[in-house]
């Protein structure tokens, strides 16, 4: 998927294959999701509201301002204003910042919105989408050999991390050209190892994210076929919140919102000092950050960011990402159809309402928006 940096440059996932659901991380979460049944039969006390908070991110070129908004005190001064504290933690494995959110170690985790409905979400974890920080714009691609034609993928044997963000880009490709999966074969890899696989002689197709693309689409007979610019706004990148947590302590959801486009309004002023500490906390440098932001469709301005949650291409994006994830058993073995999670957007809801576990929440952007005028 995106623009993933540090030594491999860019995974959101170093030094696992990115967003790839390992069969012990799904025991795990099934352990979870089984505690989390228990507690919620249970009786209950009342809500209380807290003061402090924590949240963690893990390397990629969207979610860098979080760690420069903790570095340079920005969160810790939101937090103030709200007489709340908020840790930032940074996790070096991608799968497990989003095993510790799903576990409730910590209130909120930088995620896709596939992996936010096929784990937390899919486990039982009520999850709100908190901040749409941006889009994969070309950050992720379908590479072929010997044509430069999408149709001539038929036949072909394709390498790629089963089940990830990749594996829905090839679904999506497939389905432009009017084909399906059952016209191609599709061969496991870890994303540390596509681009030596491609050099191969045997490899005859690959799907991965940058940086991993970019160095392949250098190599001889490189073609990209495909590419998350055709799908503009379906990979998202997101700081999602346990919902409970947020409706007990809306102030911890005014101050994320409020650091972060701080971050947002440096990045806009394209300002060196800051996209420089991000590139090298990225393990890059000034120029091989903006490459990756370039193919990062960053939302800096908070009005669009509003757009993007009330746009009613998102509830179709869902509904597009639940059926594939159900087609491939990432919403559980024992899950009846693609509508077993409920999902709810501003522009309506998919799936079972009675089970609403994802939720992209627009409100604060919205008085964010507000209080700046």
């Not at 090839?170 to 030596?196: F, K, P, Q, W």
């Not at 693309?213 to 490189?222: K, R």
Request: aromatic content about 8%; some cysteine.
């Amino acid at each position: 998927m995106p623009a993933h940096l540090p030594t491999q440059a860019a995974n959101r996932l170093p030094p696992l294959p990115l967003r790839q659901r390992s069969y012990l991380l799904r025991l795990a979460l099934f352990a979870v999701a089984i505690l989390l049944l228990l507690f919620s039969l249970a009786p209950k006390a009342h809500a209380q509201s807290r003061d402090h908070f924590s949240v963690c991110w893990s390397i990629y070129a969207g979610w860098m301002p979080w760690g420069y908004a903790e570095l340079e005190g920005i969160v810790d001064r939101w937090a103030q204003r709200y007489g709340i504290t908020i840790d930032v933690q940074q996790v070096n494995d991608y799968v497990e910042s989003i095993n510790q959110y799903t576990a409730g170690n910590v209130d909120g985790c930088a995620m896709t919105n596939m992996d936010a409905l096929t784990l937390p979400a899919a486990s039982g974890v009520d999850t709100t989408a908190l901040v749409i920080g941006d889009y994969s714009d070309g950050n992720d691609g379908v590479v072929l050999k010997g044509s430069d034609r999408l149709e001539d993928l038929a036949g072909k044997r394709i390498n790629l991390v089963q089940f990830s963000v990749s594996h829905y880009l090839l679904a999506r490709a497939l389905d432009s050209a009017g084909m399906s999966e059952r016209d191609v074969e599709t061969v496991n890899a870890a994303d540390a190892d596509i681009a030596g696989l491609f050099s191969s002689a045997q490899t005859q197709a690959v799907v991965t994210w940058n940086p991993q693309l970019a160095a392949i689409s250098t190599m001889p007979d490189a073609n990209l076929v495909y590419s998350s610019k055709d799908i503009p706004g379906e990979i998202l990148d997101l700081m999602v919140v346990n919902t409970q947590v947020l409706a007990d302590n809306p102030d911890f959801g005014h101050a994320l919102v409020g650091a972060w486009y701080e971050v947002m309004e440096r990045i806009a002023a394209d300002d060196v000092q800051a996209l420089s500490s991000m590139a090298e906390a990225a393990g890059t440098d000034l120029d091989g950050y903006r490459a990756q932001l370039a193919d990062t469709h960053l939302y800096t301005d908070p009005q669009d960011a509003l757009e993007a949650f009330e746009d009613p291409k998102l509830l179709d994006t869902m509904e597009r990402v639940a059926r594939f994830s159900f087609d491939h058993g990432l919403l559980g073995e024992m899950a009846p159809n693609a509508e077993v999670v409920g999902i709810e957007t501003p522009a309506g809801s998919f799936g079972d309402t009675a089970n609403l576990k994802l939720r992209f929440d627009p409100s604060y952007v919205r008085a964010y928006l507000e209080a700046r005028q």
